[in-house]
């Protein structure tokens, strides 16, 4: 008997699903992108539960006839492609033909759609592939989808969908991706009937103020300056933050042809032409389009992968990296690259200086709180300890380690007796059985602290204190949607937080521990924790909290300690079940062996 059948449509397109539709985002970047292919000048996406019970996209777009409505949600129907050669000149944002396959597969699909030349439009009802309902009906022209209840018969995949707060996340973070390269065309994003984002048709520069700006605060977009290149090969426009304005959490987007890529090389031609201009950490903003002709470029890869491959990645990366230098005013550092010869640029790519690793300058003595309310000035070593003021006084580790005592780690040496040094007012050492401990003392500190944070997190509620002038946390949407997740936590924690507006919290009180901090950037970098670190279980972004925290509580490296300083930090240190390595993995304590010392004589 022959055992070989093929699989009917609807069980194909669920398993084909799986690679196009993962998550409500990805739902909703195939719709925008087919209303954007279609022309459209005003879309409107409406969410329900992060996309779990109801997405659906409103466009102005051409609209499909009968026929093509319902061929539409055949697999590899495309009006987009021909022949396999049109996949070198793509102009459109899909062709694979096969978004609206998957997601009828999964979903409860409801569609109606209008051509200007029809007098009624076609309404289409699909539950999982099976076409329920296709009937005339009046409706404007464009196309409305509705997808209800994605993954209704994919039980698996509804439970692998995370958080509502984190699919929302998502959501806006694919729609950004979108909306910063179409801003002539509107754009409204609705979350559980509240407008979360109206952006009106202008230009690039005014629609990155829409999404990131806020009227109250400064111009967003006035702490960038604008890049501008053409050359034979590629152009390259838009905008990088000056290099006195950035933040930790950076905004950073390139986009080819209208579409978002992630590029890693070249984000390291923009970090390396900003090189020893950033303090520590800080990373730089920046929004950059590029334009190359389509057969330079690879973008037939993976339908939900945003990486690119360009066929002269080297001479881009020059390119770039000389464009962001100019706009920077640094053009002269850059390399030798002609741009006036007959419009082409020449460079010697085989003899050419090597690229050069982004070089950050590193600053011991920063503290990311000061940097920000004063980063006019750039911090030197000369006035660091007056960085300080303030700041060391309440954090004698004998007032603030107030952690209770817990069996101290089997091997841990005994730090009751015995001498301890300081070196260099950096590091703790300290003679033990077989060799000379180093140890990082603010590491050391930052550690205790986390296991504080962290118990205080899980058991009890932080101690916390009223501020004397409340501040205002201003936060872009997904910010806001962040807050909200982690808004018990940072409560438990000591934050006192109450929202404001649909965007801004008002914040007056503060983890006692770190009173003496600003709240605002204390707060803002906690979410960036979270965010980088994709924490989005409450074990994860607890453990970011306590992290963040504890990093800008502990004592700096610099600080010069007492004895009593010394010892009490380390007996607290050796009390953790893991002393020598952060969470994060970074060394605590390094032993210099006895017999390495020995060598030396
Ligand atoms: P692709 O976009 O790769 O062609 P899709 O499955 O996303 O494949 O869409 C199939 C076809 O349906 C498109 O080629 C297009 O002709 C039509 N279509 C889909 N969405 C719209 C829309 N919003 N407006 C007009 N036509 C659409
Ligand atoms: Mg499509």
């Given at each position: 008997?022959?055992?070989?059948?093929?699989?009917?449509?609807?069980?194909?397109?669920?398993?084909?699903?799986?690679?196009?539709?993962?998550?409500?985002?990805?739902?909703?970047?195939?719709?925008?992108?087919?209303?954007?292919?279609?022309?459209?000048?005003?879309?409107?996406?409406?969410?329900?539960?992060?996309?779990?019970?109801?997405?659906?996209?409103?466009?102005?777009?051409?609209?499909?006839?009968?026929?093509?409505?319902?061929?539409?949600?055949?697999?590899?129907?495309?009006?987009?492609?021909?022949?396999?050669?049109?996949?070198?000149?793509?102009?459109?944002?899909?062709?694979?033909?096969?978004?609206?396959?998957?997601?009828?597969?999964?979903?409860?699909?409801?569609?109606?759609?209008?051509?200007?030349?029809?007098?009624?439009?076609?309404?289409?009802?699909?539950?999982?592939?099976?076409?329920?309902?296709?009937?005339?009906?009046?409706?404007?022209?464009?196309?409305?989808?509705?997808?209800?209840?994605?993954?209704?018969?994919?039980?698996?995949?509804?439970?692998?969908?995370?958080?509502?707060?984190?699919?929302?996340?998502?959501?806006?973070?694919?729609?950004?991706?979108?909306?910063?390269?179409?801003?002539?065309?509107?754009?409204?994003?609705?979350?559980?009937?509240?407008?979360?984002?109206?952006?009106?048709?202008?230009?690039?520069?005014?629609?990155?103020?829409?999404?990131?700006?806020?009227?109250?605060?400064?111009?967003?977009?006035?702490?960038?300056?604008?890049?501008?290149?053409?050359?034979?090969?590629?152009?390259?426009?838009?905008?990088?933050?000056?290099?006195?304005?950035?933040?930790?959490?950076?905004?950073?987007?390139?986009?080819?042809?209208?579409?978002?890529?992630?590029?890693?090389?070249?984000?390291?031609?923009?970090?390396?032409?900003?090189?020893?201009?950033?303090?520590?950490?800080?990373?730089?903003?920046?929004?950059?389009?590029?334009?190359?002709?389509?057969?330079?470029?690879?973008?037939?890869?993976?339908?939900?992968?945003?990486?690119?491959?360009?066929?002269?990645?080297?001479?881009?990366?020059?390119?770039?990296?000389?464009?962001?230098?100019?706009?920077?005013?640094?053009?002269?550092?850059?390399?030798?690259?002609?741009?006036?010869?007959?419009?082409?640029?020449?460079?010697?790519?085989?003899?050419?200086?090597?690229?050069?690793?982004?070089?950050?300058?590193?600053?011991?003595?920063?503290?990311?709180?000061?940097?920000?309310?004063?980063?006019?000035?750039?911090?030197?070593?000369?006035?660091?300890?007056?960085?300080?003021?303030?700041?060391?006084?309440?954090?004698?580790?004998?007032?603030?380690?107030?952690?209770?005592?817990?069996?101290?780690?089997?091997?841990?040496?005994?730090?009751?007796?015995?001498?301890?040094?300081?070196?260099?007012?950096?590091?703790?050492?300290?003679?033990?059985?077989?060799?000379?401990?180093?140890?990082?003392?603010?590491?050391?500190?930052?550690?205790?602290?986390?296991?504080?944070f962290?118990?205080q997190l899980?058991?009890?509620q932080g101690a916390m204190q009223?501020?004397?002038?409340?501040?205002?946390?201003?936060?872009?949407?997904?910010?806001?949607?962040?807050?909200?997740?982690?808004?018990?936590?940072l409560r438990t924690i000591g934050f006192d937080?109450?929202?404001?507006?649909?965007?801004?919290?008002?914040?007056?009180g503060i983890p006692a521990q770190v009173a003496?901090?600003?709240a605002?950037?204390?707060?803002?970098?906690?979410?960036?924790?979270?965010?980088?670190?994709?924490?989005?279980?409450?074990?994860?972004?607890?453990?970011?909290?306590?992290?963040?925290l504890?990093?800008?509580?502990?004592?700096?490296?610099?600080?010069?300690?007492?004895?009593?300083?010394?010892?009490?930090?380390?007996?607290?240190?050796?009390?953790?079940?893991?002393?020598?390595?952060?969470?994060?993995?970074?060394?605590?304590?390094?032993?210099?062996?006895?017999?390495?010392?020995?060598?030396?004589?």
């Open positions: 008997m022959d055992i070989i059948h093929l699989l009917p449509d609807s069980v194909a397109n669920q398993i084909a699903a799986g690679e196009v539709i993962q998550r409500p985002a990805s739902c909703l970047k195939e719709l925008v992108e087919n209303s954007l292919d279609a022309g459209a000048s005003r879309i409107q996406v409406i969410v329900r539960d992060a996309g779990r019970t109801l997405l659906q996209v409103i466009d102005d777009g051409t609209g499909m006839s009968e026929m093509d409505a319902r061929l539409a949600f055949e697999r590899h129907a495309t009006s987009k492609i021909r022949e396999a050669q049109d996949l070198f000149t793509l102009r459109t944002m899909g062709f694979r033909g096969e978004a609206l396959a998957s997601i009828c597969a999964v979903a409860q699909v409801e569609m109606t759609t209008r051509r200007a030349e029809d007098e009624t439009g076609t309404l289409l009802e699909i539950h999982g592939s099976d076409v329920i309902r296709q009937e005339p009906c009046i409706c404007p022209v464009g196309t409305n989808i509705k997808v209800s209840n994605l993954f209704f018969n994919v039980p698996v995949r509804r439970k692998f969908l995370k958080t509502d707060q984190t699919e929302l996340r998502n959501l806006l973070t694919e729609f950004y991706h979108i909306v910063l390269v179409y801003p002539k065309v509107n754009f409204t994003f609705v979350h559980n009937d509240e407008i979360v984002l109206e952006l009106p048709a202008g230009t690039e520069k005014q629609r990155i103020e829409a999404v990131f700006g806020n009227p109250k605060r400064n111009s967003y977009t006035s702490a960038f300056v604008d890049i501008s290149t053409e050359t034979d090969l590629v152009g390259i426009r838009g905008f990088v933050v000056k290099p006195e304005n950035a933040t930790r959490k950076a905004e950073q987007y390139f986009f080819v042809n209208g579409r978002y890529m992630r590029h890693p090389y070249f984000l390291k031609a923009v970090q390396t032409a900003y090189s020893g201009t950033l303090t520590n950490d800080y990373q730089p903003s920046f929004f950059i389009y590029f334009t190359i002709a389509p057969e330079a470029i690879d973008v037939n890869i993976h339908p939900t992968k945003t990486e690119i491959k360009f066929a002269d990645e080297q001479t881009v990366f020059q390119i770039l990296m000389a464009s962001v230098r100019e706009a920077l005013g640094k053009f002269t550092l850059a390399p030798q690259i002609d741009f006036d010869t007959q419009g082409r640029i020449d460079i010697p790519l085989s003899t050419g200086q090597p690229v050069r690793p982004p070089q950050m300058r590193i600053d011991p003595t920063y503290n990311p709180f000061h940097t920000r309310q004063n980063h006019a000035q750039p911090q030197t070593v000369a006035h660091w300890e007056s960085l300080y003021e303030g700041v060391s006084g309440p954090r004698e580790p004998e007032v603030s380690l107030t952690r209770p005592a817990v069996e101290t780690a089997p091997d841990a040496p005994d730090t009751e007796h015995g001498p301890l040094w300081q070196y260099a007012d950096r590091y703790i050492l300290m003679p033990v059985k077989d060799g000379l401990m180093l140890i990082n003392q603010h590491r050391a500190h930052a550690a205790v602290l986390t296991a504080q962290m118990e899980a058991h009890t009223q501020m004397l002038f409340p501040e205002v946390l201003v936060l872009t949407p997904d910010d806001m949607v962040l807050i909200q997740t982690l808004l018990t936590d937080l109450e929202q404001l507006s649909p965007d801004s919290y008002s914040v007056q003496h901090m600003s605002v950037p204390l707060l803002q970098d906690i979410l960036m924790q979270v965010r980088e670190q994709g924490a989005d279980t409450p074990a994860a972004w607890r453990s970011q909290i306590a992290r963040a504890a990093e800008n509580a502990a004592i700096p490296s610099g600080k010069h300690l007492t004895e009593t300083e010394m010892r009490d930090l380390v007996t607290r240190l050796m009390q953790l079940p893991e002393y020598r390595r952060s969470i994060d993995g970074k060394t605590i304590v390094s032993l210099l062996p006895d017999e390495e010392i020995n060598k030396r004589f």
